[in-house]
């Protein structure tokens, strides 16, 4: 009953917005010149033709064949299309996301149940809706772009993982990676988190087995032995509780942060070799998916498709420190509380040496990465339809210093974020999650937050927030947010001085 009213509710949204969006944007715009003519092409059996503009592989394309497919019966009994290739219309094409956009709120659904089992089905609707607006995954709905269709499959992947069906996992991860090939880097973690989880529940088990053949032992030995042989014992006893209690901690799935990072790698390693063939065996598939890919990147010899000059591999490690920066912003009544300050104080000044030199290093490194390795790509100097743009001249670049300044405010907000991670999480996921972001994120030049979604849909389902008030709060915020970039879009166009046609505002 839950995902049937979750449904009808993103779809109260989907509806009416596409319908207005349909017909006031009727035509392609933006990177939708380039997509709709693709997958019209398609729709017409011209499956060898390609726009070489067009970066990314054709999996959204499948889908919409897919799509005009199941709706193609109704519209030719009704005598509202002659043929197949007639029902490829924009707005059509543009409809797959909107079926997808409530797709991706029943896994999201699924995905929250599953991490957060002792939630109740109004608290896990409330969090599937408010992240269903999510505002850079909010306003792709009604758009031909490849956003929408990759998160769902992502996050598809992630949730058929988490039920222990990796074969199908890969399975949709593959397709994920057709939809678009950065994937392979989520597809990578899945694996890995899978690997992770079965590494600590299997050290946690044999923790528990150890404690209880020595409570056996000792049992035996107080019956039996002598007064010194049971105080030798209870020694023993206590050292070995310790040892099994920290191996324990470090062993759960959401372990605290005063849990030993050593001791996770050492379970993970010791469970890597006792379940080697086993973890093999279940986890080849995605092996499968990255050898697939890595054929593909040396045939062809690049990891981009089309435009290869603009979309060329550039170290921007400034990159991870936006994302950490607008994912903050994005939850921002759940970050910036009187809880999480008291969390992050309290965490600074019990560990003060040790996260001194961390803070201190990452600042240097912050710093050195605004510096050197901070790309202005010729598309955001010049495309003033992003906001990205406006951000870029009005914020960063307003003064030399400016960029350097907020290198501190990069860095509390990745320390906010692994504080909220590490309540839920063990260290090496969160590691792992940094990492995979990272990889995702650092080789891209073009600043587009569009980017972010998977990560921060990774994040966000992951920050063990039980307040009702935060999560309404932050739903509230995306409404207006989404409000305002959608009236923007539509209704206060504008035009270029040296190119004909009407521009719009979009992220």
Known sequence: MGKIALATIVSLWVI???????????????????????????????????????????????LSLAHVAS??????????????????????LRSVNGVLTVVCSIILYDIVTYLKPTLNDRKVML???????????????????????????????????????????????????????????WVIFVACTG?????????????????????????????TGTSTERLNLRKRKIVKSRDIIELSSSSSSSPSFSSGFVDEIRAILLTLWDMKWKLLISFSPFIMVLVAFLLFVSWNGSVVLGAKEAHAVTPHFAQILYFSLVSVLAQAPMHFTVSQAMDLFQMFWKNRPPLFCQMFLALVIGILSVHSFSVAHPYL?????????????KVIMAHWSIKYLLVPVYI?????????????????????YFLATAAVLIPAPLI????????????ALHCDIRDDRSWLFTGTLYIGVNIFTMMMFLFRPFHWDHEPGIQRFIW
């Not at 587009?448 to 994040?459: A, N, S, V």
Request: with cysteine.
């Open 127 to 185: 969090r599937a809706v408010v992240l269903s607006l999510y505002p850079l995954h909010w306003f792709f709905n009604f758009l031909y772009y490849t956003d929408v269709a990759s998160v769902t499959a992502v996050l598809a992947m992630y949730l058929a993982s988490l039920k222990n069906n990796y074969w199908f996992s890969a399975l949709i991860g593959a397709f994920a990676v057709v939809i678009r090939q950065t994937n392979i880097i």
């Open 71 to 92: 709706l193609f019966p109704g519209f030719y009994f009704v005598k509202a299309a002659s043929s197949f290739s007639d029902m490829c219309s924009a707005a059509i």
């Open 381 to 393: 100097l010049a495309d003033n339809r992003h906001y990205p743009f406006y951000l870029w001249r």
């Open 412 to 432: 509390c907000s990745w320390f906010s974020i692994i504080r909220m991670l590490g309540k839920f999480r063990s260290k090496i996921w969160v590691l792992a």
């Open 195 to 223: 690997i992770i989880d079965i590494s600590l529940t299997h050290g946690k088990h044999n923790s528990k087995t150890a404690e209880s053949d020595v409570s056996i032992k000792l049992g035996s030995a107080h019956a």
């Open 16 to 62: 009416p917005t596409t319908i207005m969006v349909n017909r006031i944007v009727p035509e392609p715009y933006m990177d939708e010149i380039f997509h709709i003519p693709q997958a019209q092409q398609y729709c017409k059996g011209n499956f060898g033709s390609w726009d070489p503009m067009i970066t990314t592989p054709p999996g959204l394309y499948y």
């Open 448 to 459: 587009e937050f569009r980017y972010y979604t998977i990560p921060f849909y990774i994040m």
